[in-house]
């Protein structure tokens, strides 16, 4: 059995890691070079998104072959050497499984199409004319969530892409494929799964309009999910292994019953609750500055009730969906190294299995790209043409592009300050933002000081300390609303976290007492604030945590 309390994931975009051939694209090759650098962090487990056959549409996450590898990438016998070099070096490789749906030239789709009736029953097919879909619901990319096929004279249903056909897991031969797929990754040696947007593989058995939303409601935390993902783990025997669901628009209830050892489901949830206290009225295509109160008590609720009824969470900033969180909630700019350690701080002590993206680590930032042209992302593609049909200018809608589209956390991965960044010795597949010149592996690792080497140090204090592993947590609601306290006790012992998230001098409602801790870790020299035993107040983006008897 894992201990996955004292683990640390490390996450890769292949695409964007490390590029060993020269073709400007990152590959397997290119993993393998960098194992020591990941075992270096800490890192339990590697978690790659996907790598298999793919048209790439949606960057890997349109899979056409399940158990073949995207010659872009790489060989099978390129995957095997990564498994057997991450074992080597203690760290276990998780990977990716798209189950909700399949790329259009998936070979089970291909046939579907051709009309043969086995295969039109792995999707979810529905009747109508070519004027009237089944429902209203949206796309997650933008448009209509049904496609036409006129030869068939039905809809099929895309949650994701055109070309990202949802799965019928109604079906037991689906499911069954679907956990032939696990198992063969299993035999080949991989140690853990993170299963996309899984919470939405069920589907409601009567298909109707939504007309208050664009019709997640119908199908997220589907009526037979949970039902699907006991199946799944039971048949393929991954219960003792690591396993993370990504849940989109989930609820608390639906992930304390996920992640809940007894259910016998998952090891644990992404949700994203908290990456959304920017968009404005719910919608990520419209900016507003982060709602901080609204940030704190999502985190204050999900962790205490995780912990209250035995739950588990991935607890992280970034992902390669997810603009850059320095960039987001931090200051890129003057308080860049400052704000950088705080994110990690709150993080990486809170109660949960910690996730670092790649780059997070280095204090990476958003692109910064100025043109529709450098952007790959259909997404974003997608909504820049739909903010210009909404009215939008060309200048706003590039700058919604800046905050928000998933390409800024796609640019390459910034190891030295050579050309490409040490990415490539070509030009890669998408643009470095120009700090990659100070921002870089190379020059971080030489910089006790650096962004780098504090993450280094937050994932060792988590394998040293059981109170970050196991303690209690309790949010200390304080004022002003900047300011982000808690508290992890266990056995008489207490670690208190401090952190503010504004760029100023925020004084406390109440100065905190700490003659009986001494300090595990601060982003500033805590001499300088050594007010008496007690902190009266916090320092543009400040963190510091205090551990001691209470």
């Known amino acids: 059995m894992i201990d996955l309390k004292k683990c640390t994931v490390y996450q890769i975009y292949p695409k964007s890691f490390c590029d060993s051939n020269g073709d400007g694209i990152g590959d397997i090759r290119g993993i ?51 498994i057997a070099g991450a074992e080597e070096r203690g760290m276990g490789l998780m990977l990716d499984m798209v189950f909700n749906h399949t790329s259009t030239r998936h070979e089970w789709f291909k046939r579907a199409l051709a009309g043969e009736q086995k295969y039109m029953d792995y999707y979810i097919f529905r009747d109508g004319g070519p004027d009237k879909p089944p429902t209203n619901w949206q796309s997650k990319f933008g448009g209509p969530a049904w496609e036409y096929v006129p030869s068939l004279q039905k809809w099929y249903l895309h949650l994701f892409d055109v070309t990202q056909a949802d799965l019928n897991w109604n079906n037991p031969e689906v ?35 939504d007309n208050i939303g664009d019709g997640k409601r119908f199908y997220s935390d589907g009526p037979r999910v949970h ?57 990520k295509w ?38 850059r969180i320095v960039s987001r909630f931090g200051d890129d700019k003057k308080y860049w190294k400052e704000s950088a350690k705080m994110l990690a701080t709150f993080i990486h002590l809170l109660r949960g299995t910690p996730y670092i993206y790649q780059g997070e680590e280095l204090g990476m930032t958003n692109a910064g790209y100025s043109s529709i042209d450098e952007y790959r992302d259909v997404e974003s593609i997608n909504y820049y043409h739909i903010l210009l049909k909404k009215g939008k200018t060309r200048e706003r809608a590039l700058e919604i592009l800046r905050q928000r589209s998933r390409d800024n956390g796609r640019s ?71 300011i982000f306290a808690y508290k992890r006790v266990l056995y008489g012992q207490e670690l208190l976290v401090l952190n503010n998230f504004s760029g100023k001098n925020v004084p406390l409602c109440k100065p905190i007492p700490y003659s009986e801790h001494s300090c595990l870790i601060s982003n500033y020299n805590q001499a300088e604030n050594n007010q008496g035993r007690a902190i009266k107040s916090l320092r543009p983006y400040e963190s510091i945590a205090f551990y001691g008897k209470y």
């Not at 870089?440 to 504090?454: G, P, T």
């Not at 394998?463 to 303690?471: A, M, N, P, S, V």
């Open 32 to 82: 393998i070079g960098k194992l020591d650098y990941i075992q270096s962090l800490g890192a339990d487990y590697i978690w790659c998104t996907p790598f298999f056959t793919s048209p790439l549409r949606d960057n890997g996450y349109d899979v056409e072959d399940y158990r073949n590898i995207n010659p872009v990438f790489g060989t099978m016998e390129d995957v095997e050497a990564l």
């Open 412 to 482: 390459p991965m910034q190891w030295n300050s050579g050309r490409y960044g040490g990415f490539s010795v070509t030009e890669p597949w998408i643009g470095l933002p120009d700090n990659y010149k100070w921002i870089n592996v190379a020059a971080e690792d030489r910089d006790e000081d650096s962004i780098l080497n504090y993450y280094r140090a937050l994932v060792e204090l988590r394998k040293q300390h059981k109170i970050i592993q196991e303690g209690r947590i309790e949010f200390l609601l304080l004022k002003p609303e900047e």
């Open 227 to 283: 039902e699907f993902l006991k199946e799944l783990v039971a048949d393929t025997g991954i219960e003792d292994m690591i396993t993370v669901g990504e849940m989109s628009s989930t609820s608390l209830a639906n992930c304390l019953k996920y992640s809940n050892p007894k259910e016998k489901e998952l090891s644990m949830c992404f949700n994203f609750h908290h990456l959304k206290v920017d968009y404005k009225d719910g919608n």
């Open 175 to 209: 499911r069954q494929e679907l956990k032939n797929i696990v198992l063969f990754w299993k035999s080949k040696g991989v140690k853990g799964f993170r299963f996309d947007v899984v919470n939405l593989i069920s589907k409601p058995d009567v298909f109707e309009d």
């Open 286 to 323: 419209e900016l507003m500055k982060p709602d901080y109160r609204r940030l704190r008590d999502l985190f204050a609720v999900w962790q205490t009730e995780m912990e209250r009824k035995n739950g588990w969470m991935a607890v992280f900033w970034c992902n390669h969906d997810q603009p």
